[in-house]
């Protein structure tokens, strides 16, 4: 008889998790998953797929607008903000009942509890009191919003989780933020028909990437009717009789509803982690290395909770990198660099690899290539918008080290240029690819000009 009731036990089953289990039970081991909510996490269920949905939704305003340049008549468009959650929850009804099926079909147990630590093998179910030992253990709980500080009133703000719950529409909505959730949120409640005010803390939004994409995108959303405020802060939160009123760092608001997305944090309160001797860093990140290994012998941890690169698809490859390594008898690493992300922001934001500045401090030689244009649809639709894209280039080896496009369907083609990135190819490869024409992307292959050219001198 083994000693071990499973071979492998994951707490959590989010993304990564359940991708973790699968390939597991798929190579023959006894796998039992816990989920004390709802069966895909964080991006099925409060993520990225509702949030796309309801992009989606903001969207159709634009297209009844343009369609009269295109010779459409249509009746003013009525939006029922009701039927669109009804019918998101549906959806994600329908892809969880698809995750269970999915795990159950590869013969994973599934049991709806908390799951706690309370040695390196040993598993509690507080449902239950039940406990399981396991051979291994796979933390994957991910993370969960972060009010950033303690206010006055801060029991009148909601994060990413309820927005997508709301029982109706707010008429004016202050989000404070600057990173993926809060942009993508403001433009799907402008979108909707909201007024929004974005307020944020540093000088522009979207820190970490390119400045001429934040730029670009920040006077995009301006054009759009979005107030944003920088260098500011939600000092409290006051219900009145007309809302809530805000107070900022140097003035007041009163909009219906305030949402803070200031970031997300490692979800690991109440685990029992420090029973099992698993540390964490500064952050409460769960530490892992290279293989997902944590401090503590036989646990690991993916995804979120540890806080590397916090992007959905990035959990699925590190729970099938596990997986692969303590099941699999292979050593599989994940390459965390060059990963392309997108922002489903309006307009959309696509990148892959280094920033202008981040290239001008790693290398002696930067080409920088830049174009920026009206869309063809939006020549007769009357539109004042823009798209912007923008190569970085080593100009030693002519190797492209960044990509970033604001604009229609930036998220759909870095995907395809992340290949060509992945693979070192240079300004000369992309160059010699013919344009498809008329496309925006036909941008990407036909820019020569350079737009600036850096080069370091060498430290004495």
């Known amino acids: 008889m083994s000693d071990f009731d499973v071979d492998l036990f994951v707490i959590g089953a989010g993304s990564g998790g359940v991708r973790a289990a699968r390939i597991a039970a798929g190579y ?38 343009d369609a009269a340049g295109y010779g459409w008549r249509v009746a003013k468009p009525v939006f029922h903000w009701p039927t669109l959650i009804a019918n998101k929850d549906r959806e994600i009804d329908r892809l969880e009942g698809a995750y269970v099926a999915n795990l159950e079909r590869s013969k994973v147990n599934i049991v709806r509890s908390r799951a706690v630590l309370e040695d390196a093998h040993r598993v509690r179910l507080t449902a239950t009191g039940e406990i399981v030992r396991a051979r291994h253990i796979l933390i994957a709980t991910g993370g969960w919003p972060h009010p950033g500080a303690d206010i006055p009133g ?16 707010p008429r004016r909505i202050l989000i404070q933020g600057g ?40 006077s995009e959303m301006e054009k759009r009717g979005i107030t944003i405020l920088t260098r500011r802060l939600v000092e409290a939160v006051e219900k009145v009789e007309q809302g809530l009123c805000v107070s900022l760092t140097d003035q007041s608001v009163t909009v219906d ?12 309160s109440g685990l029992g982690l420090e029973r099992a001797g698993v540390q964490l860093n500064e952050r409460g990140a769960i530490i892992v290395d290279k293989f997902s290994r944590t401090s503590a012998p036989h646990i690991y941890a993916v995804g979120d909770v540890t806080d590397r690169i916090n ?22 690493v994940v390459d965390h660099s060059d990963i392309p992300t997108a922002v489903f922001s309006e307009p959309e934001v696509g990148v892959i690899g280094l920033t202008e500045a981040e290239a001008r401090q790693r290398y002696t030689h930067v080409d920088i290539y830049k174009s920026s244009f009206r ?14 894209y923008k190569l970085v280039v080593d100009g030693e080896s002519d190797r492209v080290l960044g990509c970033h496009i ?15 990135v992945k693979m070192n190819a240079t300004k000369a490869d992309f160059d010699r690819v013919i344009a498809v024409h008329p496309t925006a992307a036909e941008e990407l292959v036909t820019m020569r000009t350079k737009a600036a050219s850096y080069v370091r001198e060498a430290a004495e």
């Open 28 to 65: 023959g081991a006894r796998v039992t998953i816990a989920e004390e909510y709802r069966v895909g996490g964080t991006c099925v269920i409060r993520g990225c797929i509702p949030k796309k949905l309801l992009v989606y939704a903001s969207r159709y305003a634009d297209e009844f607008e």
């Open 179 to 218: 990173g993926y959730i809060a942009v993508e949120f403001a433009g799907i409640f402008r979108g909707l028909g909201s007024e929004v005010t974005l307020v944020y803390r540093g000088d522009n939004i979207l820190r970490g990437f390119d400045e001429d994409v934040r730029e670009h995108l920040r």
């Open 311 to 332: 992007l959905t698809p990035v959990a699925i490859r590190e729970g099938h990198a596990f997986a692969d390594t303590v099941f699999g008898g292979r050593e599989v």
């Open 257 to 268: 509803q305030v949402m803070f997305a200031t970031g997300r944090r490692p979800n690991v």
């Open 154 to 169: 801060l029991e009148h703000v909601i994060s990413s989780n309820e927005a997508l719950d709301l029982k109706e529409l």
């Open 375 to 388: 869309p063809l649809k939006m020549t007769l639709a009357a539109r004042d918008t823009r798209s912007f």
């Open 406 to 420: 604001v604009g229609p369907d930036a998220g759909e083609m870095i995907q395809l240029v992340g290949i060509a």
